[in-house]
């Protein structure tokens, strides 16, 4: 059983560019997250899922910002046109409804934006 | 905003004693779950300990422990006979019943000194 993977796993890009990150949670976890974590923070909440469906999204997720999961399985978030305050780890996380109901997070994608 | 507040930034102790960490927060809910993850240097984040609030028994997981005083809105941790492997930034983080946002801490950095 393989954990919740993230790709990649850092990225630098120069500030107005695009980036693109892609997470593949535990396989038959229907429920998809993803957060920011800044330097000496705690993760914050962005969005989240449930099969394709995104049934929440937080302030701090910008028109800069989007996120699909288009066939229930893995997640893409992108950026556009990046700001040098977007810089941060991008983590997923993954979960099932019933049981526990416990996050399950990726290793993260380090963002540097110059 | 209902937050997680994590006092102390930084904590040290002894390898094979005893370290409490803290936590308060504060919530208009009845029904949540408290957890504390673990994001060791540069590795991803993995659950620690979880708490289901309307449970009066505090839970425990091997050398972790938890004191919740639900009155008071605290959360602490306790790790007993600390290990070298125990060194991490340690979050306290809640989720409200029907709510899938986690709420983190600031976090709070464990030292183990051999």
């Known amino acids: 059983d393989t954990g919740v993977s993230q790709d990649p796993r850092h990225k630098i890009t120069k500030r107005g560019q695009n980036v693109t990150f892609r997470c593949d949670p535990i396989s038959e976890h229907n429920r998809l997250y993803w957060y920011r974590q800044t330097l000496g923070q705690g993760p914050e909440f962005l969005t989240y899922f449930q099969n394709e469906a995104q049934l929440e999204k937080s302030r701090l997720l910008s028109d800069r910002f989007s996120a699909e999961r288009p066939k229930g399985s893995f997640s893409t978030l992108e950026i556009q046109r990046t700001e040098q305050g977007d810089s941060a780890m991008y983590l997923c996380a993954s979960s099932i409804p019933q049981g526990r109901e416990t996050q399950y997070f990726g290793p993260g994608t380090r963002l540097l934006v110059l | 905003a209902q937050t997680v507040t994590q006092s102390q930034p930084e904590m040290s102790v002894q390898e094979a004693e005893t370290v409490t960490l803290s936590c308060t927060y504060d919530t208009s809910e009845s029904d949540y779950y408290l957890f504390w993850y673990k994001q060791p240097p540069s590795r991803q984040m993995i659950l620690v300990i979880r708490?289901?609030?309307?449970?009066?028994q505090n839970a425990t997981e091997n050398r972790f422990s938890v004191n919740f005083q639900k009155a008071a809105k605290s959360f602490s941790l306790k790790i007993s006979d600390s290990q070298l492997g125990d060194a991490a930034m340690y979050f306290c983080?809640?989720?409200?019943?029907?709510?899938?946002?986690?709420?983190f801490g600031t976090g709070t950095r464990l030292t183990i000194i051999p």
């Open positions: 708490q289901e609030a309307y449970k009066q």
């Open positions: 983080a809640r989720r409200d019943f029907g709510n899938e946002k986690l709420t």
